[in-house]
Each structure stands twice: as structure tokens, then as C-alpha cells.
């Protein structure tokens, strides 16, 4: 009994986290595959081959962003851009977006720097990223304070914290480990030991 147990729990292991992979993949391509899908099928009808539209989705992005350097092109997104940016209630939501592109795709990318928050009152710590590290915009009070984003284990939420630049330790960590290690709740951390174990 003991052994079909383990046998069962060595399944889930192994498997499970496969068929989520493959899930999110999925899931991932069939949402791609369908912002320009959905209209070329019209035109294709029974020969439309999945994965018509992500190519097209991309081509698409890809000629927009090389009009956009254009001057014409480029003048009329700037002026979409500053339309956008005034519309009350849509300023805001277009903003969030449009800084959270340019965080992980722009020249200044957040995420990158792993930082040590200290808990206050305690010896405790706890592993965040830096989204920004000056905040003039917000005045005088927080001049010398960065934004640390720590996020929870085992879930995407977290909380962005404004602390004192002195009261934060920067670690040489790559940002998708220290990721991983804070959505395991530590446990990245054994396998990668077993690992080099197997190795040598």
C-alpha cells in the first residue's frame, strides 16, 4: 500500500507540473493566436493553420515598430500617446499599462536589482526588487527613499514599500532566481543543492 502511495505521489510530482506548463503555454498561444486569428479565419476559412495569427500578431507589432521611428507614423502615435495621457480614468489605466511595458521591455528595465528589506523590529528579512529608485516626483518627503516590490510566496500579489536608501542592501542575485526562491518559499534553493550534488 505504502509503495502504490508513493508510486502515486511520485506521479503527481512529476507530472503535474508538466501538464501546467503545457496548460499556460497553451492557453498562452491560443490568447496570442487570436488577436489577429479571429479576423484572418474569415479569409482562410477551413485552411486557416493555428498559429496564423501569432505570426501575423508579430509582423504586425513588428511594422508598427519601425513606422513608429518614422516621421509621420511617430508624430501621430505621439499624439495618440498625448490623447490617451489626458482622457480622464483612461490616463490612468494607460499609464499603468504603458510603465509596466516599459519596466521589463524598456532601456531602464525594473526587476533588475535584488534588494534585502530589513522587518522592522526584528533581524528578519525579507527579498524585494527595486522599481524605482528616485521618487522627486513625489517631493521632498521621499527624496532619499526607493520603491522595493516584495512579492508573496506561492502567488503573483506582493507589496511595493518606499524605504530609506540606506536602509537597503543590494545582493548580487539574478532577479529570476531570487524570483523563483521567493515564489517557492525557499525551496528552489534544495533542489538546486541536489542537483550540484548529482553533478559532482
Known sequence: MKSLL?????????????????????????????LLGT?????????????IGLLATIIAITVLGWLSTKFFIGTSIKLVDRLLEKIPIVKTIYSVIKDTVHS???EKKSFS???????????????GFV????????????????AVYVPQTFQVAGFTFLIPKDQVEFIEVKPED?????????????KEKQVEKEVS
Open 6 to 34: 508513493r508510486s502515486f505521489v511520485n506521479g503527481i510530482l512529476t507530472i503535474v507540473p508538466i501538464i501546467l506548463v503545457i496548460y499556460v503555454v497553451y492557453k498562452t498561444f491560443m490568447f496570442l493566436d487570436g
Open 39 to 51: 479576423f484572418l479565419k474569415g479569409y482562410f476559412k477551413e485552411d486557416y493553420i493555428p498559429g
Open 104 to 106: 521589463f521591455l524598456g
Open 113 to 127: 536589482k535584488v534588494a534585502l528589506v530589513t522587518i522592522p523590529g526584528t533581524d528578519m528579512k525579507s527579498m
Open 131 to 146: 522599481t524605482a529608485e528616485e521618487l522627486e516626483s513625489f517631493h521632498s518627503p521621499l527624496k532619499d527613499y526607493i
Open 178 to 190: 531570487a524570483m523563483k526562491f521567493i515564489l517557492s518559499g525557499g525551496m528552489t534553493t534544495k
